[in-house]
């Protein structure tokens, strides 16, 4: 019996399949034919026995129980594997041509650049936007009928001007350095030129502030003074970075802290050793002149202002390891990547408890300071804390704006994500000015915020002058690329150009206001 159920079987399955395939093609059902020729496959599988749970002997023709019941499953499977085929049998991704795939890639590439136009776009439009913003935000705070609120704009702006300016030069040297070295594009400078680049920089920074107080007769030394104060400090900060890259410090966040105390430290020691040679020139002829007085103010406060910018940018990209787990990118090319936003707002308590140990370390200073013997190396450690309090925190508040954007979710090109945080950054800084003049009124008298109030403010510049610097950094990078070939030259003589526009105007104007 079983072999003639078989025979039968595998003579009516082609008869079978030619009858569905004709009734598709009469009553035009598409793949009629295809479906026909499935259910031949099957049917013409031979019998086979299986034995399932309580049952034995139960004949299956082509792998489908004779008696089982309707199985949605599979007839989904069959569905699917003919749905969206024409008559021929052809899905619509195999009816595309050459033709039509050519010109969907076009389709494609046309919405991308338009896309990217689009942001370039909007790159434009917050700079126009932000640059009026501010110049005119100015204006109001430097005209503010209360000379406290005044003075604290030209300090912030006298911070921002003078820090512009010095990442400009120093990033000219540094490139002038790539370009003796022979480096290609995107290859770091080594860790031998970084070096000599900082002690470079260190000795023409007191030199000049020497040369412009004995010959010059003080002209110019305060201005030299706030310049090479912050030159010197990107030297140093690049320094104490690319030490915190080293292979093993980059993998270890105790090792990372350590970089970063011992470059504060190593810096008051140095400071320590010029105040003392300073000291012996001065009192060398037996008696001291206003010239001599006055590099001797200007130079310690430069010398406090560098150590403060070094130490706390350190502190600062130690704190960003601890966050996130590893050694964090500082240059403005590069965009924050796999940042949470419970690392942003951990960033953001990094920042608060800088300012909160601005407060903290003023208080400090204001009662114990006295008892240090002063132009010794503990002296100059401890008199600087409030100030690498201050840029520890403007530090930490300019990359939490940065990691901030790019958690909101926005995609565009880079320098519009660097405008983004400057025009940020910029409102951040008029609300500050006016929230320390409202401090400063509500702790009148006191010591502590007579000295924490201007690190404030100093921060505050610090926080703006970056924000602004860096899309300026990306717009430079831009312009170099579309000049090919000339880019090199191109960028320095922009370069050079802004800064014969803006270090005059900042000496002449800005400066003398600053106080």
């Given amino acids: 019996m079983k072999f003639l159920a078989l025979c039968a079987v595998s003579f009516l399955a082609p008869a079978r399949a030619a009858l569905i395939a004709h009734a598709g093609d009469s009553l035009r059902l598409p793949n009629g034919d295809k479906l026909g ?5 099957h049917a013409a599988q031979p019998t086979r026995e299986v034995a399932t749970q309580g049952q034995k002997g139960v004949h299956v023709v082509g792998g489908t129980p004779a008696h089982t019941p309707y199985r949605p499953a599979e007839h989904s499977k069959v569905k699917q594997e003919f749905e969206g085929m024409d008559k021929n049998g052809l899905k619509p991704e195999e009816k595309k041509g050459p033709e039509a795939k050519e010109k969907s890639e076009k389709s494609e590439k ?6 990217q136009i689009y942001e370039q776009e909007f790159a434009y439009a917050g700079c126009l936007m932000g640059g009026v913003a501010v110049i005119m935000s100015l204006f109001y705070l430097v005209h503010s009928p209360r000379k406290e609120v005044q003075a604290s704009t030209w300090q912030a702006l006298n911070m921002t001007v003078s820090i ?7 990033g000219l040297v540094r490139e002038v350095a ?12 080594p860790m031998e030129m970084t070096i000599f680049l900082f002690i470079f920089t260190y000795l023409l920074f007191q030199g000049t502030l020497c040369f412009c107080a004995l010959v010059t007769k003080g002209w110019g030394v305060r201005a030299a003074g706030g310049l090479f104060a912050h030159l010197t400090g990107f030297a140093a900060s690049f320094l104490t970075a690319e030490t915190q890259f080293m292979e093993p410090i980059k993998h270890s966040v105790s090792l990372t802290f350590l970089v970063a105390i011992g470059s504060g430290l190593a810096l008051s020691a ?17 008696h001291i002149t206003e010239e001599e007085d006055m590099w001797q103010d200007v130079t310690a406060d ?3 202002d560098m150590l403060a910018l070094t130490f706390g940018f350190a502190l600062m990209q130690s704190f960003r390891f601890l966050v996130v787990g590893k050694s964090q990118p500082f240059e403005p090319d590069e965009a924050p990547e796999d940042i949470r936003q419970h690392d942003t707002n951990a960033l953001l308590a990094c920042g608060l408890l800088f300012a909160v140990l601005v407060g903290g370390s003023a208080i400090f200073n204001t009662i114990y300071l006295n008892k240090i013997r002063k132009g010794s190396w503990p002296y100059v450690f401890v008199k600087a804390v409030p100030s690498v309090m201050s840029m520890g925190m403007a530090w ?6 940065e990691w901030q954007v790019y958690c909101l979710g926005f995609e565009g090109v880079r320098i519009a994500g660097c405008l983004c945080v400057a025009m940020v950054m910029s409102v951040v800084g008029v609300v500050a000015v006016f929230g320390l003049d409202q401090l400063k009124q509500g702790t009148q008298g006191s ?7 201007p690190q404030l403010v100093l921060a505050v510049g610090l926080l703006v002058g970056f924000a602004w610097e860096r899309c300026f950094d990306m717009g430079l990078d831009t312009i170099s690329e579309m000049h090919g070939e000339y880019a090199y030259y191109t960028t320095h003589f922009m370069q050079v150009g802004l800064l014969i526009l803006v270090l005059p105007a900042w000496s002449q104007y800005v400066l003398p206001k600053a106080g």
């Fill in 37 to 41: 020729a499935f259910v031949g496959q």
């Fill in 110 to 115: 046309s919405e991308k650049s338009e896309a």
């Fill in 164 to 170: 512009f300016c010095a990442v400009l030069i120093y």
């Fill in 178 to 189: 790539a370009k003796m070295l022979a480096l290609q594009t995107g290859v770091p400078i």
């Fill in 270 to 286: 140095l400071n320590t050793v010029a105040s003392i040679f300073r000291d012996r020139v001065i009192k060398w002829d037996g």
């Fill in 302 to 304: 430069a010398e406090q």
């Fill in 396 to 401: 930490s508040l300019l990359f939490w704006g």
């Fill in 447 to 453: 010591e502590a915020s007579k000295l924490a109030i």
